[in-house]
């Protein structure tokens, strides 16, 4: 079975430092990445997805993520975050014509 | 103009009750979808429509019912509803079945009283 493990259900991180969220996947087949983020009452954007290709990923928001197929990884990194970033962050997968499955998601609240 | 708009917001309701929910996207895509968001924001898969046809019906009661009138429209409709039922539930689309990159709608706050 397929799925994506978030490893830390809060992130706290003050301003304009760096920041990573982790996520891990396992798939027997190729499989999809995404980063979806929810701001507070509001519904799922996606931030970037890994499809093939370069496996430095740019997204929205100065955000950006790398594929590392030997740690079975896909983390999510800023290097300078802001008050406007706090949200909740979503990695997902998805396999051949599969539906999206996610992860627990990761809390990350920027502290002034 | 919203690519995925789901009504409404907020819905509070007593036990017992039957609700719905409507979705609709002005995409083009082929393909929707339901998830349920739970307390501890997991997201999980209930329903997946393509073109109208039911293709994805993960352990859902079946007080569960969702309707796809057309490609653009899927509705949930909740017969008898339970505590355990509270929660947010999205809608999203996609251009087809497995396509990546959902759209999501923003989401419908349920709380049964």
């Known amino acids: 079975a397929q799925s994506v493990t978030q490893l830390d259900s809060q992130v706290p991180v003050f301003e304009e430092a760096p920041v990573e969220l982790r996520c891990n996947y396992s798939s027997s087949v190729s499989v999809y990445l995404f980063w979806y983020v929810q701001y507070p009452n509001q519904g799922l954007q996606l931030l970037l997805k890994?499809?093939?290709?370069?496996?430095l990923v740019k997204g929205i928001n100065g955000f950006e993520a790398e594929f590392n197929k030997s740690q079975t990884s896909f983390h999510l990194r800023k290097p300078s975050v802001h008050i406007s970033d706090t949200a909740e962050y979503f990695c997902?997968?998805?396999?051949?014509?599969?539906?999206?499955?996610f992860g627990t998601g990761t809390r990350l609240t920027v502290i002034p | 103009d919203t690519a995925v708009s789901q009504t409404p917001k907020y819905l509070v309701t007593q036990m017992g009750n039957d609700k719905s929910i409507k979705c609709e996207q002005n995409l083009g895509h082929d393909t929707m979808y339901w998830y349920k968001q739970d307390s501890k924001k997991f997201l999980k898969i209930m329903f997946s429509y393509n073109n109208k046809e039911l293709i994805i019906n993960e352990t859902v009661p079946n007080r569960f019912s969702p309707k796809s009138p057309d490609k653009a429209h899927l509705n949930l409709h909740i017969n008898s509803l339970e505590l355990g039922d509270s929660a947010v539930y999205f809608c999203?689309?996609?251009?087809?079945?497995?396509?990546?990159?959902?759209?999501f709608g923003s989401g419908t706050r349920l709380t049964v009283v």
């Open positions: 890994y499809l093939s290709g370069s496996t």
């Open positions: 997902a997968g998805q396999t051949g014509a599969n539906n999206l499955f």
């Open positions: 999203a689309s996609s251009q087809a079945p497995g396509y990546y990159g959902y759209t």
